[in-house]
Every structure is written in structure tokens, then in C-alpha cells.
């Protein structure tokens, strides 16, 4: 709170989008090109024997790049308000819709129990039959289970951001300290199941493609890649709202640079992660983990694990460490590009290197890549969009608005 | 005996908002040798008070790269020049098993850069100032907001000095010594 001046306040007004906004004919347009998108990634990623394997690479590919978004949203929310946070209450609406897209992504992990047999090695019984490792991880790694597993998690993702959505939005209407008292309550509860159906979905969805292979910190790997990607998507997103001239007092280079010191402290969560998690490989040199650092440096696929290292790490290292980067939106947005860009080859790196599973990997990326990740994108961004003009852009009767309004760093 | 030096002279304020706008007044007049002093830290008032970005995060930074190095190289040098072992039947130049130490010396010289570069560009320890000679500054420890400037500013006039004090709303004004 600077001592000068008014306290800044914000209207309903002030925090809606206008009736004639060209972003609510968005949604259905959003839906229209991801349908179409998935249909021809369909099309274009059938094989001659009548298989779908590049489709279904293409597809998971694409699903848990933006899957991570929606996860972040959810955990964004749940920090908010388990931390009881004041200064990002004017944007966690943001984070809200993107959250709300979790039911979206209980549907859209359908088609990977129809396309278990084209993804998973593990899948096949007669593979199984002589597998003495495949055996050995049968408890986990059945069909009955993989599909027991999608429904819940589908489950628990949709209750949890359905909950926090409606308690969020309710207060919007009624006011009051009560439901922040609510959300408070349920926010450790809700880190709880977060933290179990994010490191089952990656296992199971990522990790289980080179079933042979493991590593224990794998589902923190993800996680990583999801808060980073939500700050991403945040500030984009209000970037691409103030644009719009909406919300551009409520937003300030304030928020911006705390977004942006989180997307840079999670940047270098990551680079941890994913060297602790290379690092004990390399140093016991067992053959059956090594095998997965190896088919990621042979056959082009060294190239993709140097980019991974120079536009994952050194390159957002080094450029979003200054404040003043963070605090210039046009600077920022470049860092939240690269961000963005680099995780899409990060979840291309873990998971296409899969799809030659006892061939030669070789790199190839495919027509089929980009229209799944234009199909699940616009979907995705079509819940999103549609949620955004539904509701109020910020909480509108938080208690803790005025706090973020006027929101400053030291 | 003879007369003992002033250090400067002291305002007291009662509020947030009258330092704020004295703290931007002293700013324009063009002071250079002058300090704001509060019970709890004021948003914006480093601002107001045309206070310079920190120094800080540059000695971080360039403590941080030193470490690295110092890190990196300490092992590179005992690992492969000085006292070769194979070790695990890898390279001797294992760049990766170098990354841990690597990376703590690196926080751990950022982290001294920060705490001992923040002791210097703040004086301290100082174990005396001359303000603590005020009876009434003890109260910037509860509910008072003070601003002293200095006799060394060149634009330092008892007059001129206490005029502007007065007209920025000051509760009380004296002369501290040295």
C-alpha cells in the first residue's frame, strides 16, 4: 500500500466483458477449429494398416502439454487460498478458468483407453508373456487398472475444480468472509488429491510409454512443468485481456513481476528436477534406466534434448533473472513465449522418443503434431474463454481484492 | 571546550502520508545527504525519496558466478590435473558429477554476496549514530516518522533548511549534533 493516493477499487463494470466483446462468438469458434483439428490430426495420423499410432503420440503429446495449464490453474487456486494469499486475488479468476478446464480433460482421456494398444507396449499380453520386467509390474501397469485409474483421476479433477469454481463464484454474489473461510479449509485437502492424480496421470500417461523404465521423480518432473506453464499462462492471458483495454488498471507491472519470479523460480525447479532425475541414471549406469537417456541421444533425438537444455533452462535462466525483464510486459511476454515454446519440446522429448519402441528412434516431427495441439488447444481454450466471459474477470467481492489492487513490491 | 559539530538537522512527522510528501519535497529541492527514518517500512518511499535501484543484486550476481567457477574449477583441477582416480570406469573429466558442488557453492557465495553485501552497503555494523543523540528519535521505534539532512549537503542552510521543514508540516524540529 503506497501512502499517497486512493485505494484502487474495481467494478462489476470495470471487471466484465462488454456484451458486443468479439471473444464471447470465441467459444464456439475455438470448438469448431479443435474438432476439426482432432479429425484431421485423425486422419493425417492413421497408418496403411489401418492403426492410429501417430495420432494417438501426436495426441498425448498435445494433451499433456495443455493438461499442464489446467493443473497449474487448480494448483494456483489451491495455494491462494491454502497460503491465504492477498496479492494474487486479481488474478485468480484467471486461474479459475483455466482450472475449470479439468472436467474437459476427464473427456479428452477417454480416447487413451481406446487408443491403449497403439500407446502402450504394456498393453499387450503376448509382450507381457515374455517380459520378465513387464511381469514383474502387472499390479500397475493392466488394462483394467489404466481404466479404473483414468475414471477416478477424471473424477477427483472434476469435483475438486467444479468445488473451488462454484465456492469462488458464489462469492461473487453473496460476499463475505465465509466462503474464503471455506476454500481455506479445503485448499490442504485439496493439495492432498492434486499431488496423488497429478503423479498418477504422468506415471500412467508419460512415463508407462517406456514401461521398461522408471523414475521415482517423475510426477514431481510434471508438476514442475505446470506451475511454470500456469504463470505463463496467467500473465499471457492478462496480457491479452488488458489488450483488450479490460482489467488494465487491476493488473499492474506489480503482479507481473511476481508471476514472472515464479515462472523464473519454477524454470529452474525443473532444471533441477530433470537433472537430479538424469544425474542418478548416469551415475549407477544401470542398462535399463540408461536406456531411456539413450534413445534420447541418438538418431537426431540429441538435438531436441540440446534444445530442451539451452531454451528450457539456460536460455529463460538468464533472461527472465532481471526484474526490470519482468516488469516490462513486451520483455515479459517474450520470456513467457520461450517458456511456453520450450515446454512443448519438453513433453515432445519424453514422449515421441516412445513411439519406435524396439526400432531405431529417429526424430520426426509430424503433420499430425501440430493439428492435435491446434484440436486440444482450441477446445481448451474454448472452455476457457467461454468461462472467462461468463463470469466477472476478477473476484469481485473478495475480501482481499483491495489488498491486490494495490498490490507492490519492495 | 569548543562548540561540538552539528550533524545535520532533524524533522519529525506523524504520519505516513506527511513523510511521504516531505520525503518528495526534500527529493526536488535537490538534497543529497539525507535519510528517512520510520517504525515499519513504508511502500513507495524509496521512490518518493528518488533513492537510486539497489546494489544488491549485482554483488549477488557476480558472487554467484564466482562461486560457480570457484566451484566448478576445484573440482575439474583435483579430479583431473592434480590427483587423477578412475572412478566408476567415467571419463576423468565428469562434468556432471561436478554439478551438485557446483551448484551449492553457487547459492552459498550468492547468499554470503547478499548478506554481507547488504552488511556493507549499509554501513554496518555501526554501533553509534549521531541521531541516537536526539531524545525525541527514540520514538521512531513506535509511532513516529522522522527525516534528517545532513550539515555536509551542500544545500544544507539552518535556515533555508528549517523553513522548508516547517512548510512540509514537520511537529517538531531541532539540530542534532555529532
Known amino acids: ?410 | 571546550m569548543a562548540e561540538k559539530k552539528i550533524y545535520g538537522m532533524l524533522a519529525e512527522f506523524d504520519s505516513t502520508r506527511a513523510i511521504y510528501h516531505a520525503c518528495e519535497e526534500v527529493r526536488d529541492e535537490g538534497y543529497k545527504h539525507w535519510d528517512a527514518c520510520t517504525p515499519f517500512p513504508v511502500h513507495g518511499l524509496d521512490k518518493a525519496m528518488g533513492l537510486p535501484p539497489s546494489k544488491i543484486p549485482w554483488i549477488v550476481l557476480g558472487m554467484a558466478i564466482l562461486g560457480g567457477i570457484a566451484g566448478f574449477t576445484l573440482q575439474w583441477w583435483t579430479t583431473v590435473i592434480d590427483y587423477p582416480i578412475l572412478i566408476a570406469g567415467k571419463p576423468m573429466f565428469s562434468w556432471p558429477a561436478f554439478m551438485p558442488v557446483t551448484f551449492e557453492l553457487t547459492v552459498l557465495f550468492g547468499a554470503f554476496g547478499a548478506v554481507f553485501g547488504m552488511f556493507g552497503v549499509n554501513r554496518l555494523p555501526t554501533f553509534n549514530h549521531p541521531l541516537f543523540n536526539s531524545e525525541r528519535f527514540q520514538a521512531v521505534t513506535d509511532d513516529k516518522f522522522f527525516i534528517a539532512i545532513e550539515a555536509r549537503d551542500p544545500l544544507y542552510d539552518k535556515r533555508k533548511t528549517k523553513k522548508l521543514f516547517k512548510k512540509l508540516g514537520a511537529t517538531h524540529i531541532e539540530l542534532v549534533e555529532e
Open chain 1, 1 to 410: 500500500m503506497s501512502a499517497h493516493g486512493h485505494a484502487p477499487t474495481i467494478t462489476l463494470e470495470e471487471a466484465t466483458l462488454p456484451k458486443d466483446s468479439i471473444l464471447r462468438k470465441a467459444p464456439l469458434l475455438l470448438a469448431i477449429v479443435g474438432i476439426i483439428g482432432l479429425a484431421l490430426a485423425y486422419v493425417t495420423g492413421g497408418g496403411d494398416d489401418g492403426h492410429h499410432k501417430q495420432f494417438y503420440y501426436s495426441y498425448v503429446t498435445s494433451l499433456m502439454y495443455w493438461l499442464s495449464i489446467a493443473l497449474g490453474g487448480l494448483f494456483f487456486v489451491l495455494c491462494h487460498h491454502g497460503s491465504r494469499a492477498g496479492w494474487s486475488t486479481v488474478v485468480r479468476r484467471i486461474a479459475e478458468n483455466f482450472m475449470i478446464t479439468l472436467p474437459l480433460f476427464a473427456l479428452l482421456a477417454v480416447p487413451l483407453i481406446i487408443g491403449m494398444h497403439d500407446l502402450f507396449h504394456w498393453s499387450h499380453a503376448d509382450a507381457v508373456a515374455n517380459d520378465k520386467i513387464l511381469q514383474a509390474k502387472t499390479w500397475w501397469l493392466n488394462s483394467g487398472g489404466f481404466i479404473i485409474r483414468v475414471i477416478v483421476v477424471g473424477v477427483v479433477w472434476t469435483i475438486m475444480s467444479v468445488t473451488f469454481y462454484r465456492w469462488s463464484t458464489r462469492q461473487d454474489e453473496e460476499g463475505g468472509d465465509e466462503l474464503s473461510h471455506k476454500m481455506r479449509w479445503a485448499a490442504p485437502l485439496g493439495f492432498l488429491f492434486f499431488a496423488l492424480s497429478a503423479t498418477v496421470a504422468a506415471i500412467d500417461w508419460m512415463m508407462s510409454l517406456d514401461p521398461h523404465w522408471y523414475s521415482t521423480i517423475f510426477g514431481v518432473y510434471y508438476f514442475a512443468s505446470c506451475v511454470m506453464m500456469i504463470m505463463v499462462a496467467i500473465s499471457l492471458a492478462s496480457m491479452f485481456l488488458q489488450r483488450l483495454g479490460l482489467l488494465e488498471k487491476a493488473i499492474t507491472a506489480e503482479h507481473y513481476h511476481d508471476l514472472g519470479k515464479l515462472a523464473f523460480g519454477f524454470v529452474v525447479f525443473w532444471a533441477y528436477i530433470g537433472f537430479s532425475q538424469y544425474f542418478l541414471i548416469w551415475y549407477a549406469n544401470i542398462p535399463e534406466e540408461t536406456m531411456w537417456y539413450a534413445h534420447r541421444s541418438t538418431g537426431g533425438w540429441e538435438w531436441v534434448s540440446l534444445a530442451l537444455a539451452v531454451f528450457h533452462f539456460i536460455v529463460p535462466f538468464l533472461f527472465l533473472m532481471s526484474r526490470h525483464i519482468k516488469r516490462k510486459k513486451f520483455t515479459y511476454a517474450i520470456g513467457c513465449l520461450i517458456l511456453a515454446f520450450a515446454h512443448y519440446i519438453d513433453v515432445f522429448w519424453i514422449i515421441q522418443p516412445t513411439m519406435e519402441h524396439f526400432g531405431h528412434s529417429h526424430f520426426s516431427f509430424h503433420v499430425a503434431d501440430i493439428l492435435a495441439f491446434v484440436g486440444i488447444g482450441g477446445l481448451f481454450l474454448a472452455v476457457f474463454v467461454w468461462r472467462t466471459a461468463s463470469k466477472a474477470l476478477v473476484p469481485i467481492k473478495d475480501p482481499r481484492l483491495a489488498e491486490s489492487l494495490a498490490h507492490e513490491n519492495f
